[in-house]
C-alpha cells in the first residue's frame, strides 16, 4: 500500500467507475488509504470483470459507498452526481480485454464510447449546474494500445503520438479518448486523460497474461504462448499507476494527457520464462515442474501488436512522478499474491470462463 501521497487541502468527493475491477479496486483501495476524509462512490456493473469482493474491506465504512449500475444509464450518473456533490469523476469502467473484443466487440462499442460519451455529458451538465467549479476534474484512464504498434527501433510513444489503434478494444477507447478531448477542446471540461502500458499485480482477472499464466503453473495447466512469443509489452506495476493517476488527479493540467510507464519492456516469452522460475522457487506444491516444461506456443492473434514502449518524460518533468517498483519486485510480488489468494482467484474460474477459454485456445 503506498504512503500518505499529497496532504489533502478540501476533502474531495470521487465517483470512481470500474471500481470492481483490476485497476479500479487497487485504486479505491489506494485513495480510501491516502485520504479518509474523501467520500468514495463506486459505480461498477459488475461485468464477468468486476467483483465485489475486490471491495470487501471498504464495504460498511462511512465514506465509501458501492452502487451496481451501468455507465450508459444517464439517469443513475445524474443522480449520483447531484445527490453525492461529485467534484472528481475517475473513470476506469470498459471492457478491456483485446481477445474478448475480438470474439464480441459491441460491448466494446457501448461501454467504453456510449458510457464515456454519457458520463462526459452528464458531468458537463453537473460542472455548468455548479457554475464551473475550478477544483472539478474527470480522469479518463486509458491505454497506450490507441497508438498502435511500434517496430523495434520506434521510439516509444508519447503524447504527441498519432492514433492508429488496431484492434476492436483499442479503436473503441481511441473513441472515448477523442470525445474526452473535444469535451475539453469545446466545452472546457476540466478533463484529465492518461495513456497507460500493460498494468500488472493484485486482483488481475485470470483472463490477462499475467495471472493467466500464473493460475496455469499452480494448476499444471500448458502456458499457452501467441505466435513466437516474440511480442513486447511496457509493464506497470499497478500500485505506480495508482500513484500516476492520484498525481494527475492533484496536480494535472485540465485539457492535457499524460503517459504512464514502467519503463520494463519484456518480451512475452521472457516474461513467462521469469513466472516460470518465480513459481518453481516460492511454490511447494506444483503438479508439474519445473514448470517451462508447460510452455506451449499457439496460433498467434489475429492483429496482434509487436510491440508497445511508453515514453513517460512529461508525467516525470511535469508532475515529478516516477515508478517505485522494478519489474523484477513487481513480478515476485504479483506471484506470492496469486500464490496466497487461491480463494480469490479459484471461484473465477467458474463455467462462464471455461466457455470463453475454449473460444480462445481451442
Ligand atoms: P477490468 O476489465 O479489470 O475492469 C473493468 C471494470 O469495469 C469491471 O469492474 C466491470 O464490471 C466494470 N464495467 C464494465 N462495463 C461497465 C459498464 N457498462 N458500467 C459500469 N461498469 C462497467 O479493467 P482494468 O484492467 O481494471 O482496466 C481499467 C481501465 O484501465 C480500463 O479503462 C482500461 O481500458 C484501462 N487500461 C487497462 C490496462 C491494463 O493493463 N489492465 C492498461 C491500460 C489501460
Ligand atoms: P494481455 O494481458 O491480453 O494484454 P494486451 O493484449 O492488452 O497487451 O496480453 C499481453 C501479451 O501477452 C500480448 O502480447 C498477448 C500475449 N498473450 C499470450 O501470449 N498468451 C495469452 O494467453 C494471453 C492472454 C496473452
Known amino acids: 500500500m503506498a504512503d500518505l501521497q499529497n496532504a489533502p487541502s478540501i476533502p474531495r468527493r470521487l465517483l470512481i467507475t470500474g471500481g470492481a475491477g483490476f485497476i479500479g479496486s487497487n485504486f479505491v483501495h489506494h485513495w480510501c488509504h491516502c485520504y479518509p476524509a474523501d467520500r468514495v462512490v463506486v459505480l461498477d456493473a459488475l461485468t464477468y470483470a468486476g467483483n465485489r469482493a475486490n471491495l470487501k474491506d471498504l464495504e460498511g465504512k462511512t465514506n465509501f459507498r458501492f452502487v451496481q449500475g451501468n455507465i450508459c444509464d444517464r439517469t443513475l450518473v445524474n443522480s449520483l452526481l447531484n445527490e453525492e456533490e461529485i467534484d472528481t469523476i475517475a473513470h476506469f469502467a470498459a471492457e478491456s480485454h483485446v481477445d474478448r473484443s475480438i470474439l464480441a466487440p459491441d460491448a466494446f462499442v457501448q461501454t467504453n464510447v456510449i458510457g464515456t460519451f454519457t458520463l462526459l455529458e452528464a458531468f458537463k451538465q453537473h460542472w455548468f449546474a455548479y457554475e464551473k467549479p475550478a477544483h472539478h476534474r474527470f480522469l479518463h484512464v486509458s491505454t497506450d494500445e490507441v497508438y498502435g504498434s511500434l517496430q523495434p527501433d520506434d521510439p516509444a510513444f508519447s503524447e504527441t503520438t498519432p492514433y492508429a ?155 515529478g512522478w516516477v515508478p517505485s517498483v522494478t519489474v523484477a519486485e513487481g513480478l515476485r510480488k504479483t506471484v506470492i499474491w496469486y500464490l496466497t489468494h487461491r480463494e480469490w482467484w479459484h471461484p473465477l474460474l467458474s463455467s462462464d470462463y471455461q466457455t470463453y477459454y475454449q473460444q480462445v485456445y481451442g
Open 165 to 319: 489503434p488496431n484492434s476492436p478494444y483499442s479503436a473503441s477507447k481511441a473513441g472515448s479518448d477523442h470525445l474526452v478531448r473535444a469535451y475539453h477542446h469545446t466545452y472546457q471540461l476540466p478533463t484529465l486523460l492518461t495513456n497507460c502500458s500493460n498494468n500488472y499485480g493484485p486482483y488481475h482477472f485470470p483472463e490477462k497474461l499475467i495471472p493467466l499464466m500464473c493460475i496455469n503453473i499452480l494448476l499444471g495447466k500448458p502456458l499457452p504462448v501467441y505466435g513466437d512469443g516474440q511480442n513486447i509489452r511496457d509493464w506497470l506495476y499497478v500500485g505506480d499507476h495508482c500513484t500516476a493517476l492520484d498525481t494527475v488527479i492533484q496536480k494535472g493540467k485540465p485539457g492535457e494527457t499524460y503517459n504512464v510507464g514502467g519503463n520494463n519492456e519484456v518480451k512475452n516469452i521472457d516474461l513467462v520464462n521469469l513466472l516460470c522460475n518465480l513459481m518453481d522457487e516460492l511454490a511447494n506444491d506444483l503438479p508439474v515442474s519445473p514448470s517451462q516444461k508447460l510452455i506451449n506456443f499457439v496460433k498467434d492473434r489475429p492483429g496482434h501488436d509487436r510491440r508497445y514502449a511508453i515514453n513517460a518524460n512529461k508525467i516525470r518533468t511535469d508532475l
